[in-house]
Protein backbone atom coordinates (compact mmCIF):
# COMPACT_ATOMS: atom_id res chain seq x y z
CA UNK A 1 0.00 0.00 0.00
CA UNK A 2 1.27 3.61 -0.99
CA UNK A 3 1.60 6.02 1.32
CA UNK A 4 2.62 9.89 0.68
CA UNK A 5 6.07 10.83 0.71
CA UNK A 6 5.70 13.60 2.85
CA UNK A 7 3.91 15.23 5.58
CA UNK A 8 1.18 17.52 5.14
CA UNK A 9 2.85 21.24 5.58
CA UNK A 10 0.42 23.63 6.77
CA UNK A 11 1.00 27.64 5.82
CA UNK A 12 -0.99 30.54 6.48
CA UNK A 13 -2.42 32.87 3.77
CA UNK A 14 -2.07 36.86 3.86
CA UNK A 15 -4.99 38.81 4.39
CA UNK A 16 -7.48 39.03 1.45
CA UNK A 17 -5.34 36.73 -0.62
CA UNK A 18 -7.58 35.42 -3.49
CA UNK A 19 -6.53 31.60 -2.81
CA UNK A 20 -9.70 30.47 -4.94
CA UNK A 21 -8.57 32.18 -8.01
CA UNK A 22 -4.86 31.47 -7.39
CA UNK A 23 -6.00 27.32 -6.95
CA UNK A 24 -7.54 27.56 -10.36
CA UNK A 25 -4.51 29.17 -11.93
CA UNK A 26 -2.15 26.56 -10.55
CA UNK A 27 -4.44 23.52 -12.57
CA UNK A 28 -3.34 25.49 -16.00
CA UNK A 29 0.27 23.91 -15.33
CA UNK A 30 -1.43 20.59 -15.40
CA UNK A 31 -3.34 17.85 -17.97
CA UNK A 32 -5.07 15.93 -14.75
CA UNK A 33 -6.59 17.86 -11.91
CA UNK A 34 -9.65 17.88 -9.26
CA UNK A 35 -11.02 20.82 -7.51
CA UNK A 36 -13.86 19.74 -5.20
CA UNK A 37 -15.49 23.11 -3.67
CA UNK A 38 -17.68 23.68 -1.08
CA UNK A 39 -18.46 27.41 -2.37
CA UNK A 40 -19.09 28.37 1.27
CA UNK A 41 -22.16 26.66 0.87
CA UNK A 42 -23.49 25.27 4.46
CA UNK A 43 -26.48 23.89 3.36
CA UNK A 44 -25.56 20.36 4.82
CA UNK A 45 -23.92 22.28 7.73
CA UNK A 46 -19.96 23.17 7.53
CA UNK A 47 -18.03 21.55 5.25
CA UNK A 48 -14.53 19.58 6.08
CA UNK A 49 -12.87 22.25 3.88
CA UNK A 50 -13.73 25.17 1.69
CA UNK A 51 -11.50 23.63 -1.45
CA UNK A 52 -9.44 20.25 -2.22
CA UNK A 53 -7.38 20.72 -5.03
CA UNK A 54 -5.62 17.47 -6.38
CA UNK A 55 -2.97 18.29 -9.16
CA UNK A 56 -1.16 15.77 -11.76
CA UNK A 57 -1.18 12.43 -11.58
CA UNK A 58 1.01 10.31 -9.45
CA UNK A 59 -0.86 6.57 -10.37
CA UNK A 60 -4.20 6.30 -12.06
CA UNK A 61 -7.35 3.73 -12.94
CA UNK A 62 -9.27 3.75 -15.74
CA UNK A 63 -12.12 0.96 -16.25
CA UNK A 64 -14.95 0.46 -18.48
CA UNK A 65 -18.26 -1.10 -17.44
CA UNK A 66 -17.68 -5.22 -16.51
CA UNK A 67 -15.18 -5.40 -13.64
CA UNK A 68 -14.86 -1.31 -13.00
CA UNK A 69 -15.45 -2.26 -8.87
CA UNK A 70 -13.37 -5.12 -8.58
CA UNK A 71 -10.34 -2.94 -10.07
CA UNK A 72 -11.26 -0.39 -8.19
CA UNK A 73 -11.11 -2.27 -4.83
CA UNK A 74 -7.42 -3.17 -5.73
CA UNK A 75 -6.63 0.60 -6.68
CA UNK A 76 -7.70 1.16 -3.51
CA UNK A 77 -5.80 -1.70 -1.53
CA UNK A 78 -2.66 -0.23 -3.93
CA UNK A 79 -3.05 3.46 -2.49
CA UNK A 80 -4.95 3.98 1.14
CA UNK A 81 -4.35 7.81 0.93
CA UNK A 82 -6.26 10.19 -1.08
CA UNK A 83 -7.51 9.15 -4.42
CA UNK A 84 -9.89 10.99 -6.18
CA UNK A 85 -12.51 10.41 -9.59
CA UNK A 86 -15.88 9.65 -10.54
CA UNK A 87 -18.20 6.70 -11.28
CA UNK A 88 -20.30 7.45 -14.76
CA UNK A 89 -24.11 6.41 -15.08
CA UNK A 90 -22.69 3.47 -17.73
CA UNK A 91 -21.89 1.87 -14.86
CA UNK A 92 -25.38 0.39 -14.69
CA UNK A 93 -24.31 -1.86 -17.16
CA UNK A 94 -21.74 -3.89 -15.02
CA UNK A 95 -24.31 -3.48 -11.70
CA UNK A 96 -27.38 -4.84 -13.64
CA UNK A 97 -27.90 -6.93 -16.49
CA UNK A 98 -28.88 -3.91 -18.73
CA UNK A 99 -27.13 -2.93 -22.14
CA UNK A 100 -27.85 0.23 -23.12
CA UNK A 101 -24.83 1.85 -24.84
CA UNK A 102 -25.92 4.51 -26.83
CA UNK A 103 -23.24 7.56 -27.06
CA UNK A 104 -22.82 10.49 -25.08
CA UNK A 105 -22.15 13.93 -26.30
CA UNK A 106 -18.56 14.03 -24.50
CA UNK A 107 -16.84 10.86 -24.22
CA UNK A 108 -14.96 10.11 -20.98
CA UNK A 109 -14.44 6.50 -19.35
CA UNK A 110 -17.15 4.31 -17.44
CA UNK A 111 -14.65 4.49 -14.22
CA UNK A 112 -11.44 6.61 -13.70
CA UNK A 113 -9.66 7.59 -10.31
CA UNK A 114 -6.64 8.67 -9.44
CA UNK A 115 -3.64 9.60 -6.74
CA UNK A 116 -2.62 12.92 -7.12
CA UNK A 117 0.83 14.03 -6.96
CA UNK A 118 0.20 17.32 -4.99
CA UNK A 119 -2.99 17.44 -2.68
CA UNK A 120 -3.71 21.58 -1.43
CA UNK A 121 -6.85 21.96 1.21
CA UNK A 122 -7.88 25.32 1.74
CA UNK A 123 -9.65 25.86 5.09
CA UNK A 124 -10.01 29.66 6.43
CA UNK A 125 -6.78 31.24 6.11
CA UNK A 126 -4.84 27.94 6.33
CA UNK A 127 -3.46 25.85 3.03
CA UNK A 128 -2.13 22.23 4.09
CA UNK A 129 -0.09 21.01 1.17
CA UNK A 130 1.19 17.49 0.80
CA UNK A 131 3.25 16.46 -2.10
CA UNK A 132 4.59 13.71 -3.77
CA UNK A 133 6.33 16.03 -6.24
CA UNK A 134 8.37 18.46 -5.03
CA UNK A 135 8.68 20.32 -1.67
CA UNK A 136 5.69 21.85 0.20
CA UNK A 137 6.95 25.35 0.67
CA UNK A 138 8.41 25.53 -3.24
CA UNK A 139 4.03 25.08 -4.13
CA UNK A 140 3.16 28.06 -1.56
CA UNK A 141 5.75 29.87 -3.28
CA UNK A 142 3.97 28.94 -6.32
CA UNK A 143 0.53 29.76 -5.05
CA UNK A 144 0.79 33.39 -3.89
CA UNK A 145 2.72 34.22 -7.21
CA UNK A 146 -0.59 33.57 -9.48
CA UNK A 147 -1.89 36.24 -10.74
CA UNK A 148 -5.56 35.62 -12.69
CA UNK A 149 -5.51 35.96 -16.07
CA UNK A 150 -9.11 34.37 -16.88
CA UNK A 151 -10.30 34.84 -20.44
CA UNK A 152 -14.07 35.43 -20.99
CA UNK A 153 -16.12 34.47 -23.75
CA UNK A 154 -16.09 36.36 -26.97
CA UNK A 155 -18.49 34.35 -29.25
CA UNK A 156 -22.23 33.07 -28.73
CA UNK A 157 -22.82 29.89 -27.49
CA UNK A 158 -25.86 28.26 -29.21
CA UNK A 159 -26.55 25.60 -27.76
CA UNK A 160 -28.81 22.36 -29.88
CA UNK A 161 -31.42 20.47 -27.92
CA UNK A 162 -30.60 16.66 -28.65
CA UNK A 163 -34.02 15.97 -29.05
CA UNK A 164 -36.86 18.40 -30.15
CA UNK A 165 -39.48 19.84 -27.75
CA UNK A 166 -42.55 17.69 -29.33
CA UNK A 167 -39.97 14.20 -28.85
CA UNK A 168 -39.85 15.07 -25.40
CA UNK A 169 -43.50 15.84 -25.00
CA UNK A 170 -44.01 13.02 -26.74
CA UNK A 171 -41.61 10.66 -24.49
CA UNK A 172 -42.41 12.25 -20.99
CA UNK A 173 -46.48 11.12 -22.72
CA UNK A 174 -44.74 7.48 -22.86
CA UNK A 175 -43.35 7.80 -19.50
CA UNK A 176 -46.59 8.11 -18.25
CA UNK A 177 -48.80 5.21 -20.02
CA UNK A 178 -45.79 3.27 -18.88
CA UNK A 179 -46.86 4.64 -15.06
CA UNK A 180 -50.17 3.72 -15.63
CA UNK A 181 -49.59 0.17 -16.50
CA UNK A 182 -47.99 -0.34 -13.80
CA UNK A 183 -44.34 -0.85 -15.63
CA UNK A 184 -43.00 1.92 -13.20
CA UNK A 185 -43.82 4.55 -10.34
CA UNK A 186 -41.02 7.42 -11.21
CA UNK A 187 -38.56 7.99 -14.16
CA UNK A 188 -35.99 10.36 -14.45
CA UNK A 189 -36.05 11.81 -17.76
CA UNK A 190 -33.04 13.72 -19.16
CA UNK A 191 -31.97 15.55 -22.16
CA UNK A 192 -28.35 17.31 -23.39
CA UNK A 193 -27.78 20.52 -25.22
CA UNK A 194 -24.50 20.48 -27.04
CA UNK A 195 -22.64 23.68 -28.46
CA UNK A 196 -19.66 24.41 -30.81
CA UNK A 197 -17.29 26.08 -28.44
CA UNK A 198 -13.61 26.77 -29.47
CA UNK A 199 -10.49 27.17 -27.30
CA UNK A 200 -13.08 27.71 -24.23
CA UNK A 201 -10.98 28.84 -20.77
CA UNK A 202 -12.79 26.05 -18.78
CA UNK A 203 -10.97 27.66 -15.59
CA UNK A 204 -13.21 31.06 -16.46
CA UNK A 205 -16.12 29.02 -16.85
CA UNK A 206 -15.71 27.24 -13.71
CA UNK A 207 -15.18 30.50 -11.54
CA UNK A 208 -18.18 32.14 -13.44
CA UNK A 209 -20.52 28.97 -12.79
CA UNK A 210 -19.32 28.50 -8.78
CA UNK A 211 -20.38 32.14 -8.58
CA UNK A 212 -23.71 32.41 -9.62
CA UNK A 213 -24.46 28.84 -8.63
CA UNK A 214 -22.46 28.25 -5.10
CA UNK A 215 -23.08 24.89 -5.09
CA UNK A 216 -21.34 23.14 -1.73
CA UNK A 217 -20.45 19.85 -4.66
CA UNK A 218 -19.10 21.67 -6.90
CA UNK A 219 -16.06 20.21 -9.04
CA UNK A 220 -13.34 21.36 -11.51
CA UNK A 221 -11.94 17.94 -13.23
CA UNK A 222 -9.86 17.82 -15.96
CA UNK A 223 -8.20 14.72 -18.05
CA UNK A 224 -6.12 14.68 -20.89
CA UNK A 225 -8.24 17.92 -22.62
CA UNK A 226 -11.70 16.84 -21.43
CA UNK A 227 -13.29 18.82 -18.28
CA UNK A 228 -16.38 18.54 -16.08
CA UNK A 229 -17.80 21.95 -14.79
CA UNK A 230 -20.02 20.88 -12.09
CA UNK A 231 -22.22 22.93 -9.71
CA UNK A 232 -23.86 20.28 -7.79
CA UNK A 233 -26.19 20.74 -4.78
CA UNK A 234 -26.78 17.09 -4.54
CA UNK A 235 -24.52 14.67 -1.92
CA UNK A 236 -25.20 11.42 -3.00
CA UNK A 237 -23.04 9.12 -0.30
CA UNK A 238 -20.82 9.72 2.51
CA UNK A 239 -19.24 7.58 4.70
CA UNK A 240 -17.41 8.32 7.91
CA UNK A 241 -16.56 6.07 10.43
CA UNK A 242 -19.16 3.37 10.44
CA UNK A 243 -22.24 5.50 9.36
CA UNK A 244 -23.08 5.76 5.51
CA UNK A 245 -26.21 8.64 4.05
CA UNK A 246 -27.35 9.37 1.44
CA UNK A 247 -29.39 12.52 0.36
CA UNK A 248 -31.35 12.09 -2.23
CA UNK A 249 -32.84 15.54 -4.00
CA UNK A 250 -36.37 15.63 -5.41
CA UNK A 251 -38.08 18.60 -6.02
CA UNK A 252 -37.13 21.94 -7.48
CA UNK A 253 -38.50 25.55 -7.25
CA UNK A 254 -37.27 28.95 -8.73
CA UNK A 255 -36.11 31.42 -5.88
CA UNK A 256 -37.76 34.44 -5.50
CA UNK A 257 -37.44 38.11 -6.55
CA UNK A 258 -38.21 39.30 -3.14
CA UNK A 259 -37.86 38.17 0.17
CA UNK A 260 -41.89 37.64 -0.02
CA UNK A 261 -41.82 36.10 -3.14
CA UNK A 262 -39.03 33.63 -1.92
CA UNK A 263 -40.92 32.24 1.41
CA UNK A 264 -44.19 32.04 -0.67
CA UNK A 265 -42.21 29.88 -3.41
CA UNK A 266 -40.64 27.60 -0.50
CA UNK A 267 -43.87 26.79 1.20
CA UNK A 268 -44.86 25.45 -2.30
CA UNK A 269 -42.66 23.42 -2.39
CA UNK A 270 -43.03 22.11 1.04
CA UNK A 271 -46.15 21.51 -0.02
CA UNK A 272 -46.31 19.95 -3.27
CA UNK A 273 -47.71 16.65 -3.48
CA UNK A 274 -46.61 15.56 -6.41
CA UNK A 275 -42.56 16.24 -5.28
CA UNK A 276 -43.34 14.74 -1.74
CA UNK A 277 -44.54 11.56 -3.88
CA UNK A 278 -41.43 11.51 -5.95
CA UNK A 279 -39.20 12.60 -3.06
CA UNK A 280 -40.83 9.38 -1.15
CA UNK A 281 -40.50 6.95 -3.82
CA UNK A 282 -36.61 7.53 -3.60
CA UNK A 283 -36.31 7.12 0.25
CA UNK A 284 -37.89 3.77 -0.34
CA UNK A 285 -35.53 2.89 -2.87
CA UNK A 286 -32.49 4.55 -1.05
CA UNK A 287 -33.55 2.67 2.00
CA UNK A 288 -33.44 -0.80 0.33
CA UNK A 289 -29.91 -0.05 -1.45
CA UNK A 290 -28.52 0.47 2.20
CA UNK A 291 -30.33 -2.39 3.99
CA UNK A 292 -28.21 -5.54 2.82
CA UNK A 293 -24.87 -3.89 4.24
CA UNK A 294 -26.40 -2.36 7.08
CA UNK A 295 -26.46 -3.35 10.79
CA UNK A 296 -30.37 -4.99 11.49
CA UNK A 297 -32.43 -1.94 12.50
CA UNK A 298 -29.76 0.45 11.84
CA UNK A 299 -31.51 2.14 8.47
CA UNK A 300 -32.94 5.54 9.62
CA UNK A 301 -34.52 8.62 7.90
CA UNK A 302 -33.24 11.42 9.28
CA UNK A 303 -35.01 13.98 7.38
CA UNK A 304 -37.89 13.70 5.05
CA UNK A 305 -38.99 16.27 2.88
CA UNK A 306 -36.48 19.05 3.96
CA UNK A 307 -36.07 22.16 2.18
CA UNK A 308 -32.91 23.29 1.45
CA UNK A 309 -32.10 26.83 -0.03
CA UNK A 310 -28.98 27.56 -2.73
CA UNK A 311 -28.32 30.15 -4.93
CA UNK A 312 -30.57 29.66 -7.81
CA UNK A 313 -33.15 27.07 -6.63
CA UNK A 314 -34.93 25.40 -3.15
CA UNK A 315 -35.06 21.87 -3.02
CA UNK A 316 -36.29 19.17 -1.41
CA UNK A 317 -33.97 17.01 0.47
CA UNK A 318 -34.12 13.66 2.48
CA UNK A 319 -31.35 12.31 4.48
CA UNK A 320 -30.83 8.35 5.11
CA UNK A 321 -28.32 6.64 7.20
CA UNK A 322 -27.44 3.61 8.73
CA UNK A 323 -24.83 1.77 10.44
CA UNK A 324 -22.02 -0.68 8.73
CA UNK A 325 -20.70 -3.86 10.36
CA UNK A 326 -17.08 -4.18 10.77
CA UNK A 327 -15.52 -5.46 7.80
CA UNK A 328 -17.81 -4.00 5.24
CA UNK A 329 -16.17 -3.33 1.92
CA UNK A 330 -17.29 0.54 0.90
CA UNK A 331 -16.77 -0.24 -2.63
CA UNK A 332 -19.76 -2.67 -2.13
CA UNK A 333 -21.49 -0.11 -0.51
CA UNK A 334 -20.91 2.60 -3.63
CA UNK A 335 -21.84 -0.40 -5.56
CA UNK A 336 -25.12 -1.08 -4.49
CA UNK A 337 -26.59 1.93 -4.10
CA UNK A 338 -25.17 3.02 -7.52
CA UNK A 339 -26.53 4.62 -9.44
CA UNK A 340 -28.38 6.84 -7.11
CA UNK A 341 -32.09 6.35 -7.52
CA UNK A 342 -32.79 10.14 -8.03
CA UNK A 343 -31.32 10.18 -11.14
CA UNK A 344 -33.24 6.73 -12.67
CA UNK A 345 -36.55 6.04 -10.66
CA UNK A 346 -38.43 3.41 -9.29
CA UNK A 347 -38.60 0.70 -9.55
CA UNK A 348 -34.52 1.16 -10.36
CA UNK A 349 -33.91 -1.81 -12.70
CA UNK A 350 -36.84 -1.59 -14.91
CA UNK A 351 -36.51 2.47 -14.71
CA UNK A 352 -33.15 1.94 -16.07
CA UNK A 353 -34.48 -0.22 -18.94
CA UNK A 354 -37.02 2.47 -20.21
CA UNK A 355 -34.32 5.22 -19.68
CA UNK A 356 -32.01 3.12 -22.55
CA UNK A 357 -34.75 2.78 -24.90
CA UNK A 358 -36.00 6.47 -24.76
CA UNK A 359 -33.75 8.24 -23.87
CA UNK A 360 -32.06 9.91 -27.46
CA UNK A 361 -28.12 9.95 -26.28
CA UNK A 362 -26.03 8.39 -23.65
CA UNK A 363 -25.86 10.24 -19.98
CA UNK A 364 -21.91 9.00 -19.77
CA UNK A 365 -20.70 10.92 -16.97
CA UNK A 366 -23.59 12.56 -16.50
CA UNK A 367 -26.06 11.27 -13.42
CA UNK A 368 -22.82 10.07 -12.25
CA UNK A 369 -20.93 10.70 -9.15
CA UNK A 370 -17.82 12.57 -8.52
CA UNK A 371 -15.60 11.99 -4.95
CA UNK A 372 -13.09 10.82 -2.99
CA UNK A 373 -11.52 8.08 -0.58
CA UNK A 374 -9.43 9.44 2.36
CA UNK A 375 -7.20 8.38 4.61
CA UNK A 376 -9.49 7.93 7.69
CA UNK A 377 -11.68 5.46 5.34
CA UNK A 378 -13.96 8.43 4.40
CA UNK A 379 -15.46 8.43 1.31
CA UNK A 380 -18.02 11.52 -0.16
CA UNK A 381 -19.66 11.65 -3.38
CA UNK A 382 -21.70 14.49 -5.40
CA UNK A 383 -24.37 13.89 -8.14
CA UNK A 384 -23.17 15.18 -11.17
CA UNK A 385 -25.97 17.25 -12.07
CA UNK A 386 -25.81 20.92 -13.43
CA UNK A 387 -22.44 20.58 -14.85
CA UNK A 388 -20.89 21.67 -18.19
CA UNK A 389 -18.71 18.67 -20.03
CA UNK A 390 -16.48 19.87 -22.68
CA UNK A 391 -13.84 18.59 -24.91
CA UNK A 392 -11.09 20.68 -26.49
CA UNK A 393 -10.12 18.54 -29.17
CA UNK A 394 -12.94 18.66 -30.58
CA UNK A 395 -14.79 21.75 -29.27
CA UNK A 396 -17.59 21.05 -27.89
CA UNK A 397 -19.60 21.88 -24.71
CA UNK A 398 -22.43 19.58 -23.52
CA UNK A 399 -24.98 20.59 -20.57
CA UNK A 400 -27.85 18.08 -19.65
CA UNK A 401 -30.98 18.50 -17.16
CA UNK A 402 -33.75 16.28 -16.04
CA UNK A 403 -36.87 15.59 -13.73
CA UNK A 404 -38.75 12.85 -12.22
CA UNK A 405 -42.14 12.15 -14.37
CA UNK A 406 -44.82 10.55 -12.14
CA UNK A 407 -48.39 9.85 -12.86
CA UNK A 408 -49.12 13.28 -12.84
CA UNK A 409 -46.38 15.06 -14.18
CA UNK A 410 -47.20 17.83 -17.01
CA UNK A 411 -45.41 17.34 -20.07
CA UNK A 412 -44.48 20.92 -20.79
CA UNK A 413 -43.89 22.10 -17.06
CA UNK A 414 -41.27 18.87 -17.13
CA UNK A 415 -39.06 20.91 -19.91
CA UNK A 416 -39.73 24.01 -18.51
CA UNK A 417 -38.18 22.55 -14.96
CA UNK A 418 -35.21 21.25 -17.12
CA UNK A 419 -34.42 24.30 -18.74
CA UNK A 420 -34.58 26.01 -15.01
CA UNK A 421 -32.03 23.47 -13.34
CA UNK A 422 -29.14 24.61 -16.30
CA UNK A 423 -30.44 28.33 -15.86
CA UNK A 424 -27.42 29.12 -13.67
CA UNK A 425 -24.58 27.11 -15.95
CA UNK A 426 -26.48 29.56 -18.25
CA UNK A 427 -25.86 32.20 -16.29
CA UNK A 428 -22.17 31.78 -16.04
CA UNK A 429 -21.95 32.71 -19.56
CA UNK A 430 -24.04 35.77 -19.81
CA UNK A 431 -25.55 37.37 -22.75
CA UNK A 432 -23.45 34.66 -24.68
CA UNK A 433 -25.64 32.25 -23.89
CA UNK A 434 -28.75 30.91 -26.19
CA UNK A 435 -30.75 27.84 -26.45
CA UNK A 436 -32.50 26.53 -29.99
CA UNK A 437 -36.24 25.72 -28.21
Given at each position: MSVWSSESVTFFLPEGFPVRDALLMMTRSYRHFAILDSCGNAAYGPP???????????????AGAGTAFDQLKAFRQKHGDWIFGYCSYNLKNEIEALSGEKKSDIDFPDMLFFVPEILIQWTGNQLSISSKAVPPAFIFERILAQVWTGAALSNQVVLQPGEARETYLERVDAIRKHIIDGDIYELNYCQSFLATVQHLDTAWLYREVSRYAKAPFSVYFGWEGKTLICASPERFLRIEGNRVSSYPVKGTIRRGATPEEDKSLKEQLRCSEKDRAENVMIVDLVRNDLTPFAKTGSVRVEELFSIYSFEQVHQMVSV??????????QIDVLRRAFPMGSMTGAPKVRAMELIDALESKGRGLYSGAFGYFGPQGQLDFNVII??????EAIGKLSVSAGGAIVYDSDPAQEYEECLLKISGLLKALGNQAAIIR
Amino acid sequence: MSVWSSESVTFFLPEGFPVRDALLMMTRSYRHFAILDSCGNAAYGPPAFEMMCALGCHDAMAAGAGTAFDQLKAFRQKHGDWIFGYCSYNLKNEIEALSGEKKSDIDFPDMLFFVPEILIQWTGNQLSISSKAVPPAFIFERILAQVWTGAALSNQVVLQPGEARETYLERVDAIRKHIIDGDIYELNYCQSFLATVQHLDTAWLYREVSRYAKAPFSVYFGWEGKTLICASPERFLRIEGNRVSSYPVKGTIRRGATPEEDKSLKEQLRCSEKDRAENVMIVDLVRNDLTPFAKTGSVRVEELFSIYSFEQVHQMVSVISAILPDGVNQIDVLRRAFPMGSMTGAPKVRAMELIDALESKGRGLYSGAFGYFGPQGQLDFNVIIRSFLYDEAIGKLSVSAGGAIVYDSDPAQEYEECLLKISGLLKALGNQAAIIR
